[in-house]
């Protein structure tokens, strides 16, 4: 099961929306490009083609995605214990610094955010799911292990 928040699954199901909007222009640029003759030596076609495929593993995944997902909700959350939608105050115990992540089920990629974006499924994310306050986790990253302090929940 995949936890998302209803503004995650609300972007989903927006996407969703936009890839099933450009089928109907795929197919138009196939058909196009196969009137253009030859489809051995015909780039348009085989470019269209590749689009379409794309297209429809987006669609695909997004279903899929959808299907399995269970939308949390703050409110259903014990208090002071992290969960998808959290938003906390991490202490870095190597070097003290502290910054804001938030937990999410599907990150924004946007970089204008006052805070980072931690999926669920990322090794971050499963540290810090279920977490409390004053609680240290540990985790494992490619260049060794690192630990974090949850200084306080801010949503």
Request: charged share 30%.
């Amino acid at each position: 099961m995949d936890f998302v928040t209803a503004e995650e699954k609300a972007l989903l199901e927006h996407k969703l929306a936009d890839l099933h909007g450009k089928r109907r222009a795929i197919t138009a640029r196939i058909a196009e490009a196969r009137a253009l003759g030859d489809l051995k030596e015909n780039a348009e076609y085989h470019a269209a083609r590749e689009d379409q495929g794309l297209n429809e593993a987006n669609i695909r995944a997004i279903e899929q995605r959808l299907a399995r997902a269970s939308v949390t909700s703050q409110s259903h959350t014990p208090e002071g214990v992290v969960f998808v939608g959290s938003t906390v105050r991490l202490r870095d115990l190597d070097n003290g610094s502290e910054d804001l992540y938030r937990l999410v089920g599907e990150a924004t990629g946007s970089f204008e955010l006052d805070y980072i974006e931690v999926t669920s499924n990322s090794p971050m994310g499963e540290a810090l799911t279920k977490a409390r306050i004053h609680e240290t986790i540990r985790v494992i990253l490619p260049r060794g292990e690192k630990r974090f302090m949850v200084v306080e929940i801010v949503q």
